[in-house]
């Protein structure tokens, strides 16, 4: 089973610029989750889609983030415009169904670097 | 809000010996799942609890569950070196829909 695929690994922006994560989720997992991980934290819940339902994004800044999840299937977390403390790891995570007592599986992240 | 928190932050220790992180939530859990993130990779699925009281067992990893539902620990017996890494603890937010994070303790093992 192929496992929760993100690009890019890596990306170098200026502040003020756009950028954009992909993510491909476990085939038929219903739930996707957006992670910000700053260093030395642990992973903070951006966003969660249900299929293509948004079930929680109250810790999304949506002054300048926004994702989607158009078919239910990939998703795409955007920046705009980014700031310095957006320097982080950015991790989709993806499980079976719903719930908090779903087992999430992890994709190897994007890093962010804003500079 | 809601808060799960781990200690130590950091724990060093030499091969052989054992190691123990605790995680204290300001709230009684339903369930709580532990994650290992190595250095400079992603979290990955450990184990997960859900009965008061209860212990499980993963070679040297020993999980355990608090009698109130509101405090875990892990424990590894004899560390290796590929015991390396970050171990979060997390525990459902109060909608129950998404995990809380803690902060990780992370441990390093010199041989």
């Known amino acids: 089973e192929a496992g929760v695929a993100q690009s890019p690994r890596y990306k170098i922006i200026e502040k003020r610029q756009s950028v954009a994560f992909w993510c491909n989720p476990i085939?038929?997992?219903?739930?996707l989750y957006w992670y910000q991980q700053i260093l030395g934290q642990g992973p903070k819940l951006l966003i969660q889609?249900?299929?293509?339902?948004?079930?929680?994004d109250s810790q999304l800044p949506k002054d300048r983030f926004s994702a989607e999840r158009l078919k239910g299937v990939d998703s795409t977390l955007k920046i705009q415009p980014a700031k310095l403390e957006d320097s982080a790891v950015y991790l989709c995570?993806?499980?079976?169904?719903?719930?908090?007592?779903?087992?999430?599986?992890f994709g190897p992240g994007t890093r962010l670097l804003v500079l | 809000g809601q808060q799960v928190m781990q200690i130590p932050q950091y724990q060093h220790v030499q091969e052989g010996e054992d190691f123990t992180t605790y995680c204290n939530s300001s709230?009684?859990?339903?369930?709580i799942q532990w994650y290992k993130q190595r250095p400079g990779g992603h979290p990955v699925f450990l184990i997960q609890?859900?009965?008061?009281?209860e212990v499980k067992k993963q070679k040297r990893l020993t999980f355990q569950f608090g009698e109130a539902k509101k405090n875990s620990s892990l424990h590894i017996t004899a560390t290796q070196t590929t015991d390396v890494g970050t171990y979060f603890c997390?525990?459902?937010?109060?909608?129950?829909?998404?995990?809380?994070f803690g902060k990780g303790t992370t441990l390093s093992v010199s041989s």
């Open positions: 995570a993806s499980s079976r169904g719903q719930g908090a007592q779903e087992t999430q599986y």
């Open positions: 085939s038929g997992h219903a739930t």
């Open positions: 889609f249900q299929n293509n339902g948004v079930v929680d």
């Open positions: 709230t009684t859990l339903s369930n």
């Open positions: 609890l859900v009965k008061s009281g």
């Open positions: 997390a525990g459902p937010n109060q909608a129950g829909t998404a995990l809380i």
